[in-house]
T-cell receptor
Framework: GQQVMQIPQYQHVQEGEDFTTYCNSS?????IQWYKQRPGGHPVFLIQ?????EVKKQKRLTFQFGEAKKNSSLHITATQTTDVGTYFC??????????FGAGTRLFVKA | SQTIHQWPATLVQPVGSPLSLECTVE??????LYWYRQAAGRGLQLLFY??????ISSEVPQNLSASRPQDRQFILSSKKLLLSDSGFYLC?????????????FGPGTRLTVL
């Protein structure tokens, strides 16, 4: 079946270091979404990318959607302790379902 | 604005007991509704989704069931809980139609089966 692989599973960084998480799909996606889940909380929508090669920025966060619409990345510049949490990508595959990646858990050491 | 409610927030149940978790959405009509389960430190497992009243699609065969008795109400049930049913249960909604697949999650229910 359709899968969205996300790496790494965990990432420990020192505050101020950069962080990147990657998603790869086995099939072409109609769009990709990114969510953040704080420890003990629920996933919160961050952004959706739709166009091939699209790049969007939210302050220190940069989101990219690959040209083939099969991969995506989230890059955080100069991490802060408030960035701690799990970041999920989710691929739109048409219809009613969204395929979630397993998430990357980010730990930031002050 | 739209809001999504889930209750209870936490639940501790013995093995073999029944379960009923409720999710309601406000501020939107005819949403697509979803139930996910998240094991501790893991990803999201889609359990059920619904595109309308009485319409339920099951993704994972197990001892859980779902119902949608009203447009903005989604219920997750079990007749007899198993230890493996422990987890964080999340309800989510999405607008029906359109290009946006964005899902909005409720606060979740933490279920511990002992």
């Amino acid at each position: 079946g359709q899968q969205v692989m996300q790496i790494p599973q965990y990432q420990h960084v020192q505050e101020g270091e950069d962080f990147t998480t990657y998603c790869n799909s086995s099939t072409t996606l109609s769009n990709i979404q990114w969510y953040k889940q704080r420890p003990g909380g629920h996933p919160v929508f961050l952004i959706q990318l739709v166009k091939s090669g699209e790049v969007k920025k939210q302050k220190r966060l940069t989101f990219q959607f690959g040209e083939a619409k099969k991969n995506s990345s989230l890059h955080i510049t100069a991490t802060q302790t408030t960035d701690v949490g799990t970041y999920f990508c989710a691929g739109g595959v048409g219809g009613f379902k969204t395929i979630f990646g397993a998430g990357t858990r980010l730990f930031v050491k002050a | 604005s739209q809001t999504i409610h889930q209750w209870p927030a936490t639940l501790v149940q013995p093995v073999g007991s029944p379960l009923s978790l409720e999710c309601t959405v406000e501020g939107t009509s005819n949403p697509n509704l979803y139930w996910y389960r998240q094991a501790a430190g893991r990803g999201l497992q889609l359990l059920f989704y619904s595109v309308g009243i009485g319409q339920i699609s099951s993704e994972v065969p197990q001892n859980l069931s779902a119902s949608r008795p009203q447009d903005r109400q989604f219920i997750l049930s079990s007749k007899k809980l198993l230890l493996s049913d422990s987890g964080f249960y999340l309800c989510a909604w999405r607008t029906s139609g359109g290009a946006a697949d964005t899902q909005y999650f409720g606060p979740g229910t933490r279920l511990t089966v002992l």
